[in-house]
DNA sequence: ATCCGACGAGAGCGGTGCTCTCGTTCCGGG
DNA sequence: CCCGGAACGAGAGCACCGCTCTCGTCGGAT
């Protein structure tokens, strides 16, 4: 039962976010200023404070937003009932598409860290989303006995959110296709953000080629072969 | 013969870099303040403009700089005597101390771009540095007849820039092979990212024991098995 | 009805990037 | 030699920024 005084607060609240979000989408983090957001919800900048405590504050409200946006993507992306080697290309094709169409919010989060190396608790959740399906995706594999590579412990490399978020319950993954997995996850983001971020011009013509040469050469170093 | 004049001002023009540059690994890009710098030399921050037309052109030199120095790093690892999967696996060790010991830098080269999308030119040739000791790599492994994967062309793909950095005057180094090369170049800096911006934060535990399996994998991606 | 807390607005502080002006200083060509 | 123009450094100033403080106001719970 909230309050009517808790409703409005919300709905301000939520208001001020989307006003930011709209200017990150224009400006990037860099540039976004919460005194221009005030502006364009025609507030104060000293209101704002009420709702936000500084500005990193708002900007990881965006962090997590767009880790849940991506996420959900990913998510919509993934079709169960697929085969492994589909659901792995088709989430990679997804994260792609949302990096493109959001490229300041794929910045703020996993490009270069802003407020000075301290990343809130509230961001590591909302942002294993897309490991949670690239886990089920794995787990599923597993399951199914389309997983090559042999196992193989490695004690002491990986640590708890790994084990939890890559395959916690498939029968069939071990440390090194979880560590395989991490590694096909981080090369995909260096992939995406290389292509975002420029450093791939002029050495890539044809970027959709690429990136499907790419997610399907990383889909067999998990051990997803196109069987 | 250069007068006296210019190069005084040269040598204040270096000064000015560097002391931005210690200001950058102090703070980060995003928190350099030319007027602070100014205050390092001592001089008046409107002094500086006559050396610097604006703060991200005074980015841009701290950018070609950072390119060359972990280009002189990859280079200074690589030992053209070695086996090419060691010399890869040294290289991709070089690159991951260099950004451990400069993560701001590394973060300005490799981050979000913070000049508006406009990257000038003048950085790409430095930028190519690292790729130019990959290519050479590459390209005495294949004169070796020591890199796996066969072939196949691959037109419209690739763009001049990569054929002419990784192994321009390599035989037996086809458009496959570069795909794979450019694919481990963008998973390695995925990788060092991932590390150097929190992301593994909680899944890794042995971040050391992990990259040198990430590299490891990323070789035999190549086609250098350590045979 | 009253009181207290949430709220919005405004002024203000120190900082920023950048521009303009003004006096000085130095260097090269007549 | 000297003198004019170009380079230079300093200062003031503009617009903007994040953030804080204060001060009326208004609404909801007692």
Redesign the pocket.
């Known amino acids: 039962m909230p ?4 409703r ?2 919300a709905e ?1 609240t939520a208001e001020i976010a989307e006003a930011a979000r709209r200017q990150l989408a224009q400006v990037g983090a860099a540039a ?8 364009e919800v ?6 704002v ?3 936000f ?6 900007l990881t409200r965006l962090i997590i937003d767009g880790y849940d946006a991506l996420g959900q993507a990913a998510e919509d992306a993934d079709d169960p009932a697929a085969p492994p080697e589909e659901r792995w290309s088709a989430v990679c094709g997804a994260v792609r598409a949302w990096a493109r169409a959001h490229p300041h919010e794929y910045a703020l989060l996993y490009g270069s860290p802003v407020p000075g190396y301290a990343a809130p608790r509230d961001t590591v959740r909302a942002a294993s989303r897309v490991g949670v399906v690239l886990g089920g995706i794995l787990g599923d594999a597993a399951r199914a006995g389309r997983l090559h590579g042999d196992g193989g412990r490695v004690p002491g490399l990986l640590g708890d959110a790994a084990v939890e978020v890559l395959g916690r319950d498939a029968p069939g993954i071990d440390d090194a296709v979880r560590v395989r997995a991490l590694l096909a996850w981080s090369s995909l983001f260096g992939t995406v953000s290389f292509e975002l971020f420029g450093h791939l011009v002029g050495s890539v013509e044809d970027a959709d080629a690429y990136f499907a040469r790419a997610v399907a050469e990383l889909g067999a170093l998990i051990g997803l072969d196109a069987s």
């Open positions: 309050t009517a005084r808790e409005v607060r301000l976004l200023s919460l005194r221009a957001v005030a502006r025609g507030m104060a900048s000293s209101a404070y009420r709702y405590p500084s500005r990193d504050d708002l």
